[in-house]
């Protein structure tokens, strides 16, 4: 099955912009959603398909996708952003479901 | 609002069962064009799908689980439940029950349950 690869660790600076990838061979094909989860909780999700955020995300959170990368761009990152983060997507069998790695962000 | 809650033992024994339930509230387990997963978490470690159930019955698994999962589900009681089989410690994790939205292009996971952990030890 398809994997979906991303950076282990990043940090931003407070109010400065970070973009967050997720790459894959599946993702030439769908669209990724992606996940934050905070120390102890369950994941929450923060977009998905083209870049929809859910009702209750900041539109500081976006999503894009080129070839075979996904990406969760979070525009004046806060405190609060610090977090793991997890993309997900159908896998190219379709029947399937792939998550990536994960990456903690660390907001400076 | 719809709210999902895992229940099961925390601690089974190497080569045993594991067996979970996820509850439903706030809504049918029937309504809609959802799909109902079970995701599961090493700690310290990223998110692993398990596999998901359709209310008509119709499953999908991880290809690298599949052939000691089972997911079934009872509409009667707005549950789905979780079997893996012949556990080890790397079976050890948070078990998270979730719903799931298949739309064409992408899939994506609301809401999760709160998890619940499961020690594989004797």
């Known amino acids: 099955s398809s994997e979906l690869t991303q950076d282990p660790a990043m940090s931003v600076a407070l109010g400065q912009t970070v973009r967050i990838t997720c790459q894959g061979d599946s993702l030439r094909s769908y669209y990724a959603s992606w996940y934050q989860q905070k120390p102890g909780q369950a994941p929450v999700f923060v977009i998905y398909g083209k870049s929809n955020r859910p009702s209750g995300i900041p539109d500081r959170f976006s999503g894009s996708r080129s070839g075979n990368t996904a990406s969760l761009t979070i525009t004046g990152a806060q405190a609060e952003d610090e977090a793991d983060y997890y993309c997900n997507s159908r896998d190219s069998s379709d029947n399937h479901v792939v998550f990536g790695g994960g990456t903690t962000l660390t907001v400076l | ?122």
């Open chain 2, 1 to 122: 609002q719809v709210q999902l809650q895992e229940s099961g033992p925390g601690l089974v024994k190497p080569s045993q069962t594991l067996s979970l339930t996820c509850t439903v509230s706030g809504g049918s387990i029937s309504s809609g064009s959802y799909y109902w997963s079970w995701i599961r978490q090493p700690a310290g470690k990223g998110l692993e799908w398990i596999g998901r159930i359709y209310t008509s019955g119709g499953t999908s698994y991880n290809p690298s689980l599949k052939s000691r999962v089972t997911i079934s589900v009872d509409t009667s009681k707005n549950q789905f439940s979780l079997k893996l089989s012949s556990v080890t410690a790397a079976d050890t994790a948070v078990y998270y029950c979730a719903r799931e939205i298949l739309a064409s292009g992408f899939c994506w996971f609301d809401p999760w349950g709160q998890g619940t952990l499961v020690t594989v030890s004797s």
